[in-house]
């Protein structure tokens, strides 16, 4: 009697591999023999997997766009700084407070050395009439040139408010696209882009004249959709067809287009044209000197003021310092608040956080359900292929061959169920992206169709174990007498 074989021995992996082959392609004959039923089988991983995929890219979209739009409006070094009501402790001390004046600027120039760019901000409501237009401005802002640094902004045409500007309170003023569009027309529909430097600006009925605009900010799904209409208007153009361009259009992501919103003014110009009164006040430009403003009553806090820091890794230390730099101008009255981009990135990273996992129980839901299914109609398959399962064993199939058959079939329903999930959510996510509520179009990933197929074969193999083993275990003698 010839010695047996080492179990890692080469012909003992070949007959492995054949005996795996064989059950694959019975699988197979037998998917193929009841193609219907296996569909329906398939639908739940199918469902399961491009519902996986979908979630995933657009919650991965809404990432994106929140995160374009965070550094869009300064990026992490960022501290905002605004006024605030007493707390309890100190409402008695209300008339005493005096908010954030250009006294607390000067305060954190001396005295925050991590403090590296301050950008006081006061802010008014504003009626803009040119070109026999009029647009009401919700992010007129009186500041100084230091502005286009800290809200990374680009002059696109013309140039920034500068230190003489403010110091000379000029009539001057720098827009954003939106207000230009608003007046002065938007390329697409006009046909051409216009330039309002050097136009006349009525704020409030104040004359001023345009002296910049910054670029258009957008992200990269609005950029896309308007280079589409750009080129259709072209084309319809050159083939003698009009139609309205404008109609629809919609203002996309509300951080961009408030900064595309944006109306630019010399700070001192706003305190003396539209905020001044009888009381004195020394407003510095930035330029190193300060002067008095005479009016006859008015406020002069700012509404606001920013800050950036050396760097986000002493964020915690620069606050501090602020803060003691604050209360002490403020005589220990705390009615002021900060708001950093820190925070908001941990509230995106949160809400994204908790996208992610609401959708992938729902999607893990319905690939339970597809799992349950194939169990279901595996049971049914075994019930109908006693006899056979019989005769395989009672010629000399093994316990491992008849487990390996069922197990397989299971696996192959649930892969070719994740193959088409995965070519199924592509359409799933063009259909989303046409009425998606982000900014930005979703993002299938790699990572997310790996994820959803290897759970599909997951479910598939969990699936399968349980009929594999009660077809393995059936004996041959009672499975022959099986009517």
Known sequence: MSPALPVTSPEVLRHSWAQLGVSILAGMREIWAHKFRSLLTMLGIILGVSSLVAMSALVSGMEKGAKEALVAIGGLEKVSISPQGLPIEQRHLSDQAVGITINDVEALKQ????????????????ALTANGKAFRAW??????????????????????????????????????TATRDELWGEPE??????????????????????????????????????????????????????????????????VFYMKNATVYIPLNTVWMKFRSGASQ??????????????????????????????????????????RNVLMHTHKGIEDFSFFTQED????????????????????????????????????????????????????GAATSDIFTQILVESVVIAILGGLTGLATSFALVNLISSFSPTDNAPIIKVTALAIAFAFSVLVGILAGIFPAVKAARLNPIQALRYE
């Open 344 to 395: 908001w990135a941990d509230q995106i990273n949160t809400f994204i956080h908790n996208a992610r996992l609401s959708g992938g129980l729902i999607a893990g839901i319905s690939l339970l359900v597809g799992g349950i299914g194939i169990m279901n109609i595996m049971l049914a398959s075994i019930s109908e292929r006693v006899r056979e399962i019989g005769i395989r064993k009672s010629v």
């Open 189 to 254: 529909k006009v046909g051409h882009e216009v330039i309002p430097v050097g136009e006349t600006l009525f704020i409030n009925g104040v004359p001023f004249t345009v002296i910049g605009m910054f670029q258009r900010y957008e992200s990269e799904r609005d950029r896309k959709e308007r280079q589409l209409a750009a080129s259709q208007a072209g084309k319809q153009q050159t083939t003698g067809v009009t139609r309205n361009q404008g109609r629809g259009r919609r203002r996309g992501n509300f």
């Open 281 to 322: 006040i020394a407003i510095n430009s930035g330029g190193g000197g300060s002067r008095t403003i005479t009016g006859t009553t008015g406020d002069p806090r700012l509404s606001g003021l920013s800050v950036k820091i050396a760097t986000v890794d002493k964020l915690s230390e620069a606050l501090q310092q602020i």
């Open 111 to 126: 005295s925050a050395p991590l403090v590296t760019l301050l950008s006081p901000e006061m802010r008014f409501p504003a």
């Open 139 to 176: 992010n007129c802002v009186g500041v100084w040139p230091a502005a286009l640094e800290m809200n990374e902004h680009v002059v696109e045409h013309g140039r920034m408010l500068n230190e003489l500007d403010d110091e000379l309170a000029r009539n001057v003023c720098v827009i954003g």
